[in-house]
């Protein structure tokens, strides 16, 4: 099993701290849910704070994600809305 990325641990930029696919613990989802606006649907969390990306020379947002699977909570980077395919920024 993996190692669990904890709330308690981290400092800094979210993306300094978490690789796509790394677990993190439910503290950090929890910290997510009552600080940040966020969209939870389909096993899946995205906090609403966009980062401007351009793909084919068209303006696009993406969202620091996180999905739900059979291990717990992972980060899937930063994902296109509702999507869970990390886009490189």
Not at 1 to 30: C, P, R, S
Request: glycine share 6%; with cysteine; aromatic share 14%.
């Amino acid at each position: 099993m993996k190692k669990v990325k904890t709330y308690q641990a981290w400092e800094g930029d979210i993306n300094d701290y978490l690789q796509v696919g790394d677990l993190v613990d439910f503290q950090m989802i929890a910290y997510f849910l009552r600080s940040l606006p966020v969209v939870c649907e389909n096993d899946i969390i995205q906090i609403m704070q966009p980062i401007k990306v351009y793909i084919d020379r068209k303006r696009e947002y993406v969202y620091p994600t996180f999905m739900q699977t059979e291990e717990g909570w992972a980060y899937a980077g930063n994902c296109l809305k509702g999507e869970t395919k990390n886009i490189e920024i």
